[in-house]
């Protein structure tokens, strides 16, 4: 299996709302990213996690909160987000968890609507 | 400061013709450099990954090329597709004990029958 798997595909959130993003990754690999982007610019990196440890938090407000509760699997707890917070939500994966940002594999995104 | 430019912003091709993407950069401390290829809606996938001593690399109709000396690097699109209608992205990562990835704007590239 060499694919990043992130659900849902879409998913729609009022500013009230608890929700959560999941991604998947069989490749063994041992660095997660979270990244967030706009519309024609380019990915914006949240979150690192290397062996499933919080590595690198970019300055990302508390009402994102991420998780890692294995080698495979990266989750982002949404909760009072705002509606500029809309944005597709990529997820990535790399080999090598002491060497971040080397040949990263991404998901397919999924992209959020904050109402 | 670090920085990766993208030219041209948005490029519209026929079907079969051939194309050049251009990055140039600023990074320093340089570690390698990647094109990605972004359909709309969907996650980036790497085309190619270059590292200082690497001039050129291939990966089907898609060749890269880098000249670290003067830090730019090209994309060239061979006998173009429909398929090939993406937004290209320049990314180049820094080394050293940063290690951040510096991203450029990209490149939109329309295929046209």
């Known amino acids: 299996d060499t694919e990043v798997t992130q659900t849902p595909k879409h998913l729609v959130m009022g500013m009230t709302n608890k929700k959560s993003l999941k991604c998947e990754q069989h490749m063994g690999h041992r660095a997660m990213y979270w990244y967030k982007q706009k519309a024609k610019k380019p990915p914006e990196l949240m979150f690192v996690?290397?062996?499933?440890?919080?590595?690198i938090n970019e300055s990302v407000p508390s009402r994102f909160s991420p998780e890692c509760p294995n080698s495979s699997l990266l989750n982002l707890h949404l909760h009072a987000l705002q509606p500029e917070d809309s944005a597709l939500y990529l997820c990535?994966?790399?080999?090598?968890?002491?060497?971040?940002?080397?040949?990263?594999?991404f998901g397919p995104g999924t992209r959020l609507t904050v109402l | 400061k670090n920085q990766v430019e993208q030219s041209p912003q948005s490029l519209i091709i026929l079907e079969g013709k051939n194309c050049t993407l251009q990055c140039n950069y600023t990074v320093s401390p340089f570690s390698n450099l990647r094109w990605y290829k972004q359909d709309t809606g969907r996650g980036p996938v790497s085309l190619t990954i270059?590292?200082?001593s690497e001039n050129t690399k291939s990966n089907g109709r898609y060749t890269a090329t880098l000249d670290a000396d003067t830090k730019q690097s090209s994309l060239h699109i061979t006998a173009s597709q429909l398929s090939d209608s993406a937004s290209y992205i320049c990314?180049?990562?820094?080394?050293?004990?940063?290690?951040?990835?510096?991203w450029g704007l990209g490149t939109s590239l329309a295929v046209n029958p």
């Open positions: 990535a994966s790399s080999q090598d968890g002491r060497q971040p940002y080397n040949e990263q594999f």
């Open positions: 990314v180049v990562k820094e080394a050293g004990n940063n290690r951040k990835l510096i």
């Open positions: 270059m590292t200082f």
């Open positions: 996690y290397s062996y499933e440890k919080l590595s």
